[in-house]
């Protein structure tokens, strides 16, 4: 995940303020309840939103941040990423309490995503980091609403802003909690290469006449289940680092993709909901 720069505050976290801009027709003339979300460093526009929306500023949601992961504890904040001008930034998030499988250790993480296109929502994403490979596991909630944070793009008083944060905070380490008995399962249990290729047409079915790069998709993730770095090919474990691994080092990577990558629908995804069946 090359596209993260490297931090160690929140302070060295770049930031701007976003104001709302009346549109105007051909004609000069404003149009009813429409305004152009912009940077108001460069006027670089970033959306379009109605009348009743407010831009929360970087300041007020790294002020929220902080402030939350201060009422928590063990958290470091380790990078951030931007998307298209500033459209979106994202804020990476570091708990402090490893899970060490004899061994192989895996770090929890949330990302805080701030969002200036007036089309989607503030929200802290629960996820992980295998330190041998440094896949991206992503921990997809079953309630797609836990993780967001409407409220914070409206006029809430702080206290309730942070509330809000600790509680998204909470909710994360206990999806992370649940994740590491997840992960420790998933290593107990075998898992043969047959078995794998098995998986892998169940996630990318054979087609009649299908291209070969839909075939090569298939043969890359088989053999990342025995040749991924830190795979053995012996069990589910290794079946669900297969596939997280080509997803986070595979194709280009940018801000904009690793957003999308929380999605239910990502392979990464609907093998974990395989596997742990």
Known sequence: MGFFKEITT????????????????????SIPKA???????NSQHLGIVKEGYRPIQIEEMLNVIDD????????????????????????????????DMDGDVVQPHFYTVIDHTGMGSNKTLPSTIRVSCDNAMHIVSADESL????GVRHADTFN?????????????????????????????????????????QTLIPV??????????????????FSNGRGNSGESKWDALNAVTEFETHSGKQSTDKFIRSFSKNTLSARTHNLLVA
Do not use: W
Request: charged share 35%; hydrophobic share 35%; aromatic share 4%.
């Open 147 to 150: 993780g967001k944070l409407d």
């Open 160 to 200: 309730e802003k942070i509330q809000a944060m600790v509680n998204q905070i909470k909710c994360n380490v206990s999806n992370t909690i649940r994740f590491a008995s997840d992960a420790r399962q998933l290593r107990s249990q075998k898992f043969d290469r047959n078995q794998m290729t098995k998986l892998v």
């Open 207 to 224: 087609e009649e006449e299908e291209s070969v790069k839909r075939q090569t998709k298939r043969e890359k993730i088989v053999d990342l």
């Open 10 to 29: 929140l302070d060295e976290v770049p930031q701007f303020e976003v104001e709302k801009v009346a549109l105007r027709d051909v004609n000069g003339n």
């Open 68 to 99: 939350a992961s201060s009422v928590i504890g063990d958290i470091e904040h380790t990078g951030y990423a931007e998307s298209k001008a500033g459209r979106k930034m994202v804020v990476r998030s570091r708990l402090l309490h490893d899970i």
């Open 35 to 41: 305004y152009s979300l912009q940077r108001v460093d």
